[in-house]
């Protein structure tokens, strides 16, 4: 369990330093529209959200399949009770993601 969480850190700081978004957060940060408001805090508020919610989905979907697979493995006869609410749960999940695009798109629109 420590060695997924260490790859995990690893692979944040990976992402983070290997993206573009540093090269222009400075650049963006500076410009705004006629009314004053700050158009590249807007986008960086949009691709942090779209961010956050991908990863955040993407560990919670893997951790229910986790334990739906374990679960099976010890009790094959449950397979049939646990797949319904299984489904229902990682779709949930990918309407939370979904969710989130769709705000990161708004906060995108007012740039």
């Given at each position: 369990?420590?060695?997924?969480?260490?790859?995990?850190?690893?692979?944040?700081?990976?992402?983070?330093?290997?993206?573009?978004?540093?090269?222009?957060?400075?650049?963006?940060?500076?410009?705004?529209?006629?009314?004053?408001?700050n158009r590249?805090?807007?986008?960086?508020?949009?691709?942090?959200?779209?961010?956050?919610?991908a990863f955040?989905?993407?560990?919670?979907?893997?951790?229910?399949?986790?334990?739906?697979?374990?679960?099976?493995?010890?009790?094959?006869?449950?397979?049939?009770?646990?797949?319904?609410?299984?489904?229902?749960?990682?779709?949930?999940?990918?309407?939370?993601?979904?969710?989130?695009?769709?705000?990161?798109?708004?906060?995108?629109?007012?740039?």
């Amino acid at each position: 369990m420590k060695k997924l969480f260490h790859g995990i850190y690893l692979t944040a700081i990976g992402v983070i330093l290997t993206s573009p978004w540093w090269v222009y957060a400075e650049e963006m940060a500076q410009v705004t529209t006629t009314s004053g408001e700050n158009r590249g805090l807007y986008a960086l508020a949009a691709g942090l959200a779209i961010a956050v919610a991908a990863f955040g989905g993407a560990l919670g979907q893997g951790r229910v399949g986790a334990a739906a697979m374990e679960g099976i493995a010890r009790n094959p006869q449950s397979q049939k009770i646990m797949f319904i609410p299984m489904i229902i749960v990682l779709a949930l999940i990918e309407s939370f993601v979904i969710f989130s695009f769709a705000v990161a798109m708004i906060i995108a629109g007012k740039i």
